[in-house]
């Protein structure tokens, strides 16, 4: 276990149905470093394609029933597992889904935009019930690998609509490389409606790769200093699922770490990027 200074928290894992055991994803998150990790529940049925995954990292074809039900088992197991469910909020039973989730245990909410933009008008709906329920929602954002043209979905300019949601806590995924310049806008336009008094909600940008490590340096660089603050709300993923590769996260934690130092990034800042600012995302 890592001193409660030096933790480090995992945002983005996602499920793998055909993980190994609970006590092996321990036993990975013991040797990578990692105190805690978020674990997002499997796809919603949207992403499935007959014979294939249909996409991202986590697609599958079983009810969000059955969905929730494994994402809450896994964290049951330890308390070092957060749980989170990915919601569709076109489904028609949408928001029995946000009700179901919270009711069993439920900490947050994963999105990816693969046939919708962010601010249509029933997805917004779905994100206010959401912040009504005090909890927090991690987006996709940035290109999209899958089988169909769904990055269109996922510019960081189309979130712009969700600082209108009072109190909404989310997150942006990946900077939203290739469009990380358009993240970092995006988020200096937040900033400025927060301290004009017209948005209450809070943006948040996880940093999970996303951008290949020739582009690493530069973004952490930009981040730390373009003045907009982005070292308090920013927060540390890798993309690996619950067959955990402690290897891999090393590795994500090596080219972070050189990032950082590349950008100048000091230890305060350091401590929130790893564990403080995540902290205050699921929580408020």
């Given amino acids: 276990m890592l001193k409660d200074n030096n933790m480090i928290i995992d945002c983005h894992v996602h499920t793998n149905l055909k993980a190994n055991s609970k006590e092996d994803l321990i036993k990975q998150l013991d040797t990578a470093g ?6 997002l529940s499997v796809s919603p049925l949207s992403f499935y394609k007959e014979g ?3 996409g991202p990292v986590g697609a599958s074809n079983v009810s969000p029933e059955i969905a929730l039900a494994n994402v809450i088992e ?3 197991y330890s ?3 957060i749980p989170f469910f990915w919601i569709d909020p076109l489904d028609q039973d949408a928001f029995d889904q946000v009700d179901n989730a919270v ?3 439920i900490k947050g909410f994963k999105v990816i935009c693969n046939r919708h933009y962010p601010g249509d008008t029933r997805p917004m709906q779905v994100w206010e019930h959401i912040s009504k329920k005090n909890k927090p929602i991690l987006f996709h954002s940035g290109i999209l690998y899958g089988n169909g043209p769904w990055s269109q979905y996922n510019r960081p300019a189309f979130f712009e609509a969700l600082f209108d949601i009072q109190n909404l806590r989310f997150a942006m995924a990946h900077v939203s490389w290739p469009w990380h310049d358009e993240c970092l806008a995006v988020y ?3 900033q400025n409606r927060r301290e004009r008094g017209t948005s209450s909600a809070q943006m ?3 940093t999970t790769p996303g951008s290949p490590k020739i582009y690493r340096n530069d973004i952490f660089y930009k981040i730390y200093n373009i003045g907009y603050n982005i070292e308090d709300n920013l927060i540390f993923g890798t993309d690996c699922n619950n067959n955990y590769s402690s290897d891999y996260a090393k590795q994500i934690l090596a080219m972070d770490k050189e990032a950082l130092d590349f950008a100048g990034a000091n230890d305060l800042q350091r401590e929130k990027y790893f564990s403080k600012n995540f902290l205050r995302f699921l929580n408020g």
Avoid: T
Avoid at 34 to 39: P, R
């Fill in 204 to 206: 948040f940008i996880d």
């Fill in 103 to 105: 009711k069993a245990g």
């Fill in 74 to 76: 896994w964290s049951l």
């Fill in 79 to 81: 308390d070092r597992i």
């Fill in 34 to 39: 990692i105190e805690k990790m978020v674990l």
């Fill in 188 to 190: 200096g336009y937040w």
């Fill in 52 to 54: 294939n995954s249909g």
